[in-house]
């Protein structure tokens, strides 16, 4: 069973950083790949960022290339989102997620296992 729970969100002025962590309680956390998704208010959720399972491949959004950087400990069955330099535009509710299966790794319906979110609130 995979239970995916995020932290690490809080509010902070544009141009400053955050670093979210999602861990899994699970014991077979390095057999999925890994993203992180938001959704802002009245807006569809987005990608933001993929990990492949072993942490070699990374992907991002055009949005966030060059400010967020994501990462994996499976030892620590943990995946972080680094986010530098952040703007007004980047506030949204962040959600990990988590995926057995293939295919297009910046749709979320192919995604078994989600977080509950965590709020990131960027001021200007």
């Known amino acids: 069973q995979v239970q995916l729970v995020e932290s690490g969100g809080g509010l902070v002025q544009a141009g400053g950083s955050l670093r979210l962590s999602c861990a899994d309680s699970?014991?077979?956390?390095?057999?999925?790949?890994t993203a992180w998704f938001r959704q802002a208010p009245g807006k569809e959720r987005e990608f933001v960022a993929h990990?492949?399972?072993?942490?070699?491949?990374?992907y991002y959004a055009d949005s966030v290339k060059g400010r967020f950087t994501i990462s994996r400990d499976n030892a620590k069955n943990t995946v972080f989102l680094q986010m530098n330099s952040l703007k007004p535009e980047d506030t949204a509710v962040y959600y990990c997620?988590?995926?057995?299966?293939?295919?297009?790794?910046?749709?979320?319906?192919?995604?078994?296992?989600w977080g509950q979110g965590t709020q990131v609130t960027v001021s200007s």
């Open positions: 990990i492949s399972r072993s942490g070699g491949s990374t």
């Open positions: 997620a988590a995926s057995t299966v293939g295919g297009a790794i910046t749709e979320p319906r192919l995604y078994n296992y």
């Open positions: 699970g014991r077979t956390f390095s057999s999925y790949r």
